[in-house]
């Protein structure tokens, strides 16, 4: 059984960085795609970042490239996501996502993850 957890919201200023994690009990990442995806009040949940776990390959949004970045350790179950310079629209609940066989081509929409934490509330102040 797949089981992801984040960890590493709260509040911060504009300009003000967090680091959140995702980790997976009960096994690996080893052959997983990972994504982080977010959702603001009232839109839809939205594409942020993904990294192939065997390929380490990274996959970022437009509007955090350059400020966030995607990494994974070698204990083979935690994702982490470094959001610098944050901003206020950054605001939203972040979730981790992953799943085996998601293709390159599909690796932003959500609806290809089967697997999702409970989801961690960013909230940026101007």
């Known amino acids: 059984q797949v089981q992801l957890v984040e960890s590493g919201g709260g509040w911060v200023q504009a300009g003000g960085s967090l680091r959140l994690s995702c980790a997976r009990s009960?096994?690996?990442?080893?052959?997983?795609?990972v994504g982080w995806f977010r959702q603001a009040p009232g839109k839809e949940r939205e594409f942020v970042a993904a990294i192939r776990w065997n390929s380490r390959a990274t996959y970022y949004t437009d509007s955090v490239k350059g400020r966030f970045t995607i990494s994974r350790d070698n204990t083979e179950n935690m994702v982490y996501l470094q959001m610098n310079s944050l901003k206020p629209d950054d605001t939203a609940v972040y979730y981790c996502?992953?799943?085996?066989?998601?293709?390159?081509?599909?690796?932003?929409?959500?609806?290809?993850?089967?697997?999702w934490g409970q989801g961690t509330q960013v909230t940026v102040s101007s």
């Open positions: 996502a992953g799943d085996t066989g998601v293709i390159l081509s599909s690796l932003r929409y959500h609806g290809n993850y089967d697997h």
């Open positions: 009960g096994g690996t990442f080893r052959g997983f795609t």
